[in-house]
């Protein structure tokens, strides 16, 4: 009569772990991934930031920064309707309205996201000029630079 309640009790134990388990295994949550590059030279665009925004409330739902890759992973979304942006200093703003996440989404892979460069946003060379020090201090000793000094100049 022990030995049956004994294994029941070990039974019921085993079947309440393994269902545990099972129910870590259906957590219903989706993800996004994706890879950005560039329009023209096809190369990956690393430190881009990706945001998921709310539809309805317009809160920022996750974020996330591409890789060296150009890669972005938006895990663990929770089931609505939002707006997907992702941005990078010098190309334009790529934005995806109305993107559904459901239980049963699983991943939504974007693909290739391809960005163009902003009209206008160019970077120009810059120069710097810099004058050297009249006096440099050394561990045991001073320089002094004569030719910048006002006297020399006469």
Known sequence: MRLTQFKTIKITLLFLCLSFSLFAQTGGKAKITGILKDAQTQETIP???????????????????????????LPDLPAGTFTFKISFVGYQTMVRD?????????????????M???????????????????????????VFSVDQSLVSEG
């Open 47 to 73: 430190f881009a930031t990706a945001v998921l925004t709310d539809k309805a409330t317009k809160a920022n739902v996750k974020l996330a920064q591409t890789d060296m890759n150009g890669a972005f992973t």
């Open 98 to 114: 109305n993107v559904v996440i459901t239980p049963t989404s699983g991943t939504l892979n974007f693909g290739e996201i391809k």
């Open 116 to 142: 163009k460069t902003a009209a206008g946003n160019a970077l120009k060379d810059v120069t710097v000029t810099a004058q050297k020090a009249t006096m440099q201090l050394g561990i045991d000793k001073k």
